[in-house]
């Protein structure tokens, strides 16, 4: 005995409908009579947007939009979840809704992306006409020959990175989109940009902009999209050529051919020294001699991590780019403040405590003190384990520790100074700095450079007095000494 589809035994475990409905690019004229036919259908027809020009007869006829989401959400993936929360809560309460998309909805509908993954709902997919196809026509070209690739303006500094075009850059709705698309290129195009606008409707406009005058000569909305020939000098290009020049010279020199992860450590750590000593000459504000020393530094230790990704693709371990990804996605995780809307972390130090935590778990780490180098420089040792203890309220100024107990500490090694007790007074000191926020490590070498440059003063005071500091008789060379430290407060 065969029964309906439908059947009462199956019912209960049917899932809500959703039919997602793409309304084509412009007016209702390129909406699909199959598109037609299931709004038609639908016992509720939801528009993502109304402000679109096949949405209008839509609402008139009694379709309800999702617009007011945009309003209330703080940003787009706000807006995204919303939407589909919605969609799917009409769903349960109807049984089958239609959900109405601008265009395709297989092309940069995001929200459309999430409903199809989610489990709650059983999504049908009625496509449209996208707005690609009227760009290709109005652009006279095929776009798999002419190899073009379709970016999100909204992401255009990360998405077209060492990209040299052509690009469709769609969904550019905003003079400060454009703005940031225009910026994110070093060296402007020499041809210039196709504005497509409000392509299929009365008042479409398909016009070629220079570059400089992106974000001027238009005025954009979410029917706006531009279509880049070339970029002269791609996003990250520079990233890019770098990234070569590293692999050619691991083919071609002889000294680079010969180094290891190993024999890079001395050149890793010489790097990073200076450019804390580039950082420290900085000035406050930084002048242009002290940011250009600090660039040429930081673009040395950039090359070390590139020569040591190079070296690892060379051995089927990773690459730059999972380098890349893998910081990016850590990032991300480690500050769900800021990806995720988590709330109650308002302070840094809130920040902090949650990172370590994060971190703890990510590691799998029995003890939060777990994975500190041992090999660190002794108060940036210090440093760390104190930021750890503190993220679990087992800082400095918690556990008892106060200045007092230092002043007697520095009273007892004063008159019989040892390891150990000099230790102790170390300790204490480098823990103090951690705890008010200073880095101990970069606060002695702030005052081992200050007493370098007194040093040095005093030299050239004895030179000027026609001798030197070795040549005067101790008295002098004190009262030399003292007359160059004036108002500084180191020993």
């Known amino acids: 005995m065969s029964r309906s589809p439908a059947g009462p035994e199956e019912s209960p475990s049917a899932l809500p409908r959703v039919v997602v409905v793409g309304l084509g690019p412009a007016g209702a004229e390129h909406t699909t009579q199959r598109a037609r036919e299931a709004l038609d259908q639908a016992p509720l027809v939801l ?11 839509l609402v008139v006829a009694g379709a309800a939009t999702l617009d007011h989401l945009y309003e209330t959400a703080e940003t787009f993936e706000d807006v995204y979840l919303a939407i589909v929360e919605a969609v799917v809560a009409a769903a349960a309460a109807h049984g089958s809704v239609a959900y109405a998309v601008p265009g395709s909805p297989l092309v ?27 760009a290709w026509e109005r652009l006279g070209i095929d776009p798999v020959e002419a190899h073009v690739r379709l970016v999100d303006a909204g992401a255009f500094a990360v998405d077209a990175a060492g990209d040299t075009g052509p690009l469709l850059v769609a969904q550019a709705w905003s003079r400060a989109v454009l703005s940031e698309v225009k910026l994110a290129v070093d060296s ?40 880049v020939p070339e970029l002269a000098e791609p996003v990250a290009h520079e990233l890019v050529a770098l990234d070569e020049v590293v692999h050619v010279l691991r083919r071609r020199c002889p000294w680079d051919r010969e180094q290891t992860h190993r024999s890079l450590v001395r050149h890793l750590l010489e790097e990073a020294y200076e450019t804390i000593e580039a950082i420290d000459e900085l000035g406050d504000p930084p002048d242009a001699a002290g940011a250009e020393h600090l660039e040429e530094e ?70 939060l003190m777990d994975g500190i180098p041992a090999a660190l420089p002794a108060l940036a040792l210090v440093a760390k384990l104190e930021r750890k203890a503190s993220s679990v309220d087992l800082g400095w100024a918690l556990t008892g520790a106060s200045a007092a107990e230092l002043e007697a500490l520095l009273r007892s090694v004063a008159g019989h100074p040892d390891a150990d007790g000099l230790g102790a007074l170390l300790l204490g000191v480098a823990r103090l700095a951690a705890h008010a926020k200073v880095d101990p490590e970069d606060a002695l070498r702030r005052a081992a450079l200050a007493m370098r440059r007194r040093f040095v003063a005093t030299e050239r005071a ?25 108002g500084e407060t180191s020993p």
């Open 298 to 367: 930081l673009g040395d230790l950039l090359c070390q991590v590139m020569f040591h990704a190079t070296l690892a693709g060379e051995e089927g371990l990773f690459s730059l780019a999972d380098v890349a990804r893998t910081t990016h996605d850590k990032l991300v995780h480690r500050h769900p403040h800021v990806f995720a809307g988590v709330s109650g972390v308002e302070s840094a130090d809130a920040v902090m405590t949650r990172w370590e935590q994060i971190k703890q778990v990510e590691k799998g780490r029995e003890s």
């Open 47 to 57: 528009l993502r947007t109304g402000r679109h020009p096949a949405a209008e007869p």
């Open 108 to 134: 940069l509908e995001r929200s459309v992306t999430a409903l199809r993954r989610d489990p709650r709902v059983d999504v049908e997919v009625v496509a449209g006409m996208s707005f690609l196809d009227l």
């Open 188 to 227: 402007p195009p020499s041809r210039p940009v196709t504005a497509l606008h409000h392509l299929g409707l009365p008042d479409e406009q398909v016009v070629e902009v220079a570059w400089e005058e992106l974000d001027r000569s238009l005025d954009p909305d979410h029917l706006t999209c531009l279509y």
């Open 462 to 486: 004895a030179a000027a007095e026609g001798g030197s500091i070795a040549g005067l008789d101790p008295a002098a060379r004190l009262a030399l000494w003292r007359e160059q430290g004036a």
